[in-house]
């Protein structure tokens, strides 16, 4: 089975191999201040679902200074000259908060030489329209790129997670579907050139695989241009680890995922880039499934099974 991998898509753009490095901005979100909630979603870890992001207490350039060494690692000898970054802001909502302040920030990635691009981790409801002008007005301007002036990449991210409104209800998602569907239109109205990518997490608690897939539809009818899917993950210190405990619901078999994912593929159209079909899992914290701790192994056998 074909489909657009992120690989594929980035390659079309930059010529060559990408590296995304995840930064942390600092934030929180409206879930954990009080402003809708303070115990955030219920799968999501302490850390804002951001295990892999830098240290917060760094700048943004000593944060990416760390992160490429270690991503270095993973860096064949004949891809290290042309080797870029895509700066991604991770955990937690990296729209909620002083706007200014994070603007500063992302010019701070910008102006990295080795940053090819900018990519943005927010909630539909924290991206406010002056937040967005500002974000266009970044995508207009040059920054060193290697050697040279230019303009960068940008995404934004929505988390999405389904379109089931009682599902959201269940996980305290607390936005509706209407506003990750217009924040959509209101990113493609100012620039359609900034590209958006939608979070779906397949197999929270109560959802059918008809639930799954309508989530696929609705993000893919709402104009996303990318879509990130991965299995729930029950995290040490969530909420949904006593729900898991208390035997409320069953993870996905990693065969009950891969047929899902196969349908899934099979609803979104070619041109919109599949940026993930299985996350990494935080494996110090990951209570289930055991499956996922591989992805290597993982991805390998999804391939298989998808051929």
Same mark, same amino acid.
């Given at each position: !089975?074909?489909?657009?991998?992120?690989?594929?898509?980035?390659? /079309?753009?930059?010529?060559?191999?990408?590296?995304?490095?995840?930064?942390?901005?600092?934030?929180?979100?409206?879930?954990?201040?009080?402003? /809708?909630?303070?115990?955030?979603?219920?799968?999501?870890?302490?850390?804002?679902?951001?295990?892999?992001?830098?240290? +917060?207490?760094?700048?943004?350039?000593?944060?990416?200074?760390?992160?490429?060494?270690?991503?270095?690692?993973?860096?064949?000898?004949?891809?290290?000259?042309?080797?870029?970054?895509?700066?991604?802001?991770?955990?937690?909502?990296?729209?909620?908060?002083?706007?200014?302040?994070?603007?500063?920030?992302?010019?701070?990635?910008?102006?990295?030489?080795?940053?090819?691009?900018?990519?943005?981790?927010?909630?539909?409801?924290?991206?406010?329209?002056?937040?967005?002008?500002?974000?266009?007005?970044?995508? %207009?301007?040059?920054?060193?790129?290697?050697? $040279?002036? $230019?303009?960068?990449?940008?995404?934004?991210?929505?988390?999405? %997670?389904?379109?089931?409104?009682?599902?959201?209800? =269940?996980?305290?998602?607390?936005?509706?579907?209407?506003? =990750?569907?217009?924040?959509?239109? +209101?990113?493609?109205?100012?620039?359609?050139?900034?590209?958006?990518?939608?979070?779906?997490?397949?197999?929270?608690?109560?959802?059918?695989?008809?639930? !799954?897939?309508?989530?696929?539809?609705?993000?893919?009818?709402?104009?996303?241009?990318?879509?990130?899917? %991965?299995?729930?993950?029950?995290?040490?210190?969530?909420?949904?680890?006593?729900?898991?405990?208390?035997?409320?619901?069953?993870?996905?078999?990693?065969?009950? =995922?891969?047929?899902?994912? /196969?349908?899934?593929?099979?609803?979104?159209?070619?041109?919109?880039?599949?940026?993930?079909?299985?996350?990494?899992?935080?494996? $110090?914290?990951?209570?289930?499934?055991?499956?996922?701790?591989? $992805?290597? /192994?993982? !991805?390998?056998?999804?391939?298989?099974?998808?051929?």
């Amino acid at each position: !089975m074909n489909y657009l991998s992120a690989n594929e898509f980035y390659k /079309k753009i930059f010529g060559h191999k990408v590296y995304k490095i995840c930064l942390d901005a600092g934030c929180t979100c409206p879930n954990r201040d009080g402003t /809708k909630d303070t115990r955030g979603c219920i799968f999501c870890s302490a850390l804002g679902s951001g295990e892999f992001s830098a240290d +917060r207490n760094l700048c943004v350039t000593e944060q990416i200074k760390n992160a490429e060494t270690l991503v270095s690692k993973k860096i064949k000898p004949h891809e290290s000259d042309s080797a870029d970054y895509i700066a991604y802001f991770q955990n937690f909502s990296n729209t909620y908060g002083d706007e200014n302040e994070l603007v500063k920030k992302y010019i701070e990635a910008l102006e990295n030489k080795d940053i090819c691009g900018l990519a943005i981790a927010t909630r539909p409801d924290c991206l406010k329209d002056s937040m967005l002008q500002k974000i266009n007005e970044l995508t %207009q301007k040059e920054f060193l790129s290697g050697t $040279k002036q $230019k303009r960068k990449y940008f995404s934004i991210e929505l988390g999405l %997670q389904t379109s089931n409104e009682k599902t959201a209800e =269940y996980i305290r998602r607390h936005f509706t579907n209407k506003e =990750y569907s217009d924040t959509i239109t +209101r990113i493609k109205k100012i620039n359609p050139e900034i590209h958006i990518v939608t979070h779906i997490i397949f197999g929270l608690p109560g959802e059918t695989e008809n639930d !799954m897939l309508e989530t696929v539809k609705f993000a893919v009818s709402s104009g996303t241009d990318g879509i990130k899917i %991965q299995v729930l993950n029950v995290l040490d210190g969530t909420d949904l680890k006593r729900e898991y405990e208390n035997k409320k619901f069953d993870v996905l078999s990693m065969e009950e =995922y891969f047929k899902i994912v /196969k349908k899934a593929l099979e609803l979104i159209p070619h041109e919109i880039v599949i940026h993930r079909l299985t996350g990494d899992g935080a494996k $110090k914290i990951l209570i289930a499934p055991e499956w996922i701790k591989n $992805k290597r /192994k993982v !991805m390998n056998e999804l391939r298989a099974y998808l051929k």
